[in-house]
């Protein structure tokens, strides 16, 4: 049983497109993260967002954009895809307070290619 | 200054061998650390906590020095399997930030 799963792995896509990836977790958890590796590996926190806030990394451009329809989803939306917004982007998961314990659990990654 | 800095390496080290890894952090109110690991095109998991009073998990020992802001990961007898990247972990008021990973390559 996958406990973060995302979809989709691997996204090729065009500059200028619109695409979103999704994010859903069995674990039970209360928050939700999206981060982004770029090509040199840097893990970089985009949203922390739980039922009460949504907290966001003010480098992030406002062309991405977390919508969760329940606490067990956080999708990621991306509007007018640039060549640097390829990387891979890895949805987490924890308790609220586990954030403090470290312990985040990730989903696999979606890779996404923007040409 | 990035938040959290680390030698990206890669350390190549024999099998059986000890490899110490360092880790600055910039923010002195850190309040947590931890040590992440991540194997090639895979996501990162919880390899350990790192306590003030520095802690072991089998042939792995962390340890903490808030007054330097510098944390420390060693892995003792490396093995095969422990070629990956270590992400040392800073967490402030709930968030955690990453650094860039350290790549350990263990050869036979």
């Known amino acids: 049983d996958t406990a973060v799963s995302q979809t989709p792995k691997y996204l090729v896509t065009q500059m200028g497109n619109d695409k979103s990836i999704k994010c859903e977790q069995n674990l039970g958890h209360d928050t939700m993260y999206w981060y982004k590796q770029d090509s040199k590996k840097f893990l970089k926190i985009m949203f922390s967002y739980n039922n009460k806030e949504l907290i966001i990394n003010e480098t992030v451009p406002n062309r991405f954009s977390p919508k969760s329809p329940d606490k067990a989803h956080l999708n990621l939306h991306i509007n007018s895809l640039e060549l640097g917004d390829s990387a891979v982007y890895f949805c987490?998961?924890?308790?609220?307070?586990?954030?403090?314990?470290?312990?985040?659990?990730f989903g696999e990654g979606s890779r996404l290619t923007v040409l | 200054r990035k938040e959290v800095e680390q030698d990206p390496g890669p350390f190549n080290v024999p099998e059986g061998a000890t490899v110490a890894f360092n880790c600055t952090y910039s923010?002195?109110?850190?309040?947590?650390f931890f040590w992440y690991r991540q194997d090639c095109r895979k996501e990162p998991k919880l390899l350990m906590s790192?306590?003030?009073s520095g802690n072991e998990d089998g042939r792995f020992t962390a340890q903490l020095n808030r007054a330097s802001q510098y944390i420390s990961l060693l892995i003792r007898d490396s093995k095969l399997s422990d070629s990956a990247t270590y992400l040392c972990v800073v967490n402030l008021l709930g968030m955690l930030t990453f650094g860039g990973g350290t790549r350990l390559m263990v050869k036979p």
């Open positions: 790192v306590y003030s």
């Open positions: 987490a998961s924890s308790h609220r307070l586990a954030g403090g314990r470290g312990e985040l659990f």
């Open positions: 923010n002195s109110a850190s309040q947590s």
